[in-house]
């Protein structure tokens, strides 16, 4: 099965929390905090693996979750950080961020990509110790990794795509100047995949030719398969359109000409400027009145029209040849850059670990709820007082007292945090 389209959910692994520990030694008096920070989280990254032509996997698995770093240890004892998590993906995959459809790296090169970076490690309660703290019991968790919602999408990476209505012959065209073996059969819609195949130059050169399955009108509407494959065409520096001369099926050849271009313009205007050479298919059976009433219709446009007959092989070599000559022309095939994040973006997504609410219940209590602070509670030592001034702290700098106040807390309410209640004083 081809599959060319995929979502997936990536996870980088939080950073592993500080520890809380104290020197302990005989005759070693008041050996003082000891806890070592947390290790990093695991980087999700992607790499390109050359024995992978289809995006399938991504069907079956679709959460990638990288591992937490190790929590810190007593003596001073760092944890380890966590291993990154590699995901192999078919080189020319384009991924996106989901809810923004933000480009975050395009996979044609062989350069790894850090899509998803792990969180560095919390302190343990060692490095809060001053002159004037000196048994400090609470420790820092390790940071939240990145996490995204993406869109894999493959884009094949070919020097050449080969467009034009199903059965005009372009399977028959990719077999006989390259090595491809696609099925080839008399009936629409034979090719149901996109096949690459690679075609030699005689002087030692060579350019990658894709067939396209056939386009039909409303196809960049959704209508028939080409929709599904049009993307493949976006890379592609030049577009051979392929034409059934002899009309054998009763269509148009500029009938057919015309849908498709306006198929490729309404798919994208920037494919329908892409270079083009026009290919009049099966001359070995149309009447030389149709090949040059055919011709003189392409030289009208400015273009030129190349004969053959792919099923005898007839022009085919010197197609290669001119095929070869306007690549030698073009720019390399185009890679798409990563798109940084807006700075709206990157304000959100600094401020994940600080999102709260605030509610009062019927009781008079005020609620907090704040997932990223139930991670920092487990670090805290209620019954330690230089613990609760560290809390204290927090939500004075994350702006939960400024929101409390504002919703009209007076002194001796009670707040609730995830069933810790106290009362809140100025």
Known sequence: MFVDKAKIYIKAGDGGDGAVSFHREKYVAAGG???????????????????LST?????????????????GGAGNCTGKNAPDLVIKVPRGTLIREANTGRIMADMSSDEPKVLAKGGKGGKGNARFATPTRQIPKFSKPGFIGEDFEVTL???????????????????????????????IANYHFTTLTPVLGVVKVEDGKSFVMADIPGLIEGASDGVGLGHEFLRHVERCRLIVHVVDVSGIEGRDPKEDFEIINNELKNFSEELSER??????NKCDMASPEQIEDFKAYIEAKGMKLYQISAATTQGTKELVDVISAELDKLPPIKEYEAEPMTRQE?????????????????DGVFYVEAPWLEHIMRTVDMDDYASLQYFQRVLRNSGIIDALEQKGIN?????????FEFDFVY
Do not use: H
């Open 346 to 362: 990157l304000d959100e997504r600094a401020g994940i670990g600080e999102k709260f609410e605030i509610t009062r219940g019927d």
């Open 55 to 71: 995006l399938i996997d991504f069907r079956y698995k679709r959460k990638y979750t990288a591992e937490k770093g190790q929590n």
């Open 153 to 183: 999408e493959l884009k094949l990476l070919a020097d050449v795509g080969l467009v034009g209505f199903p059965n005009v012959g372009k399977s028959t065209l990719i077999s006989v100047v390259s090595a491809a073996k696609p099925k």
């Open 275 to 280: 270079p083009q050479i026009v290919a009049a």
């Open 33 to 51: 905090p000891d806890g070592g920070d947390g290790g990093k989280g695991g980087d999700v990254i992607f790499c390109v693996d050359d024995n």
């Open 411 to 419: 002194e001796g309410d009670t707040v609730n945090i995830f069933g």
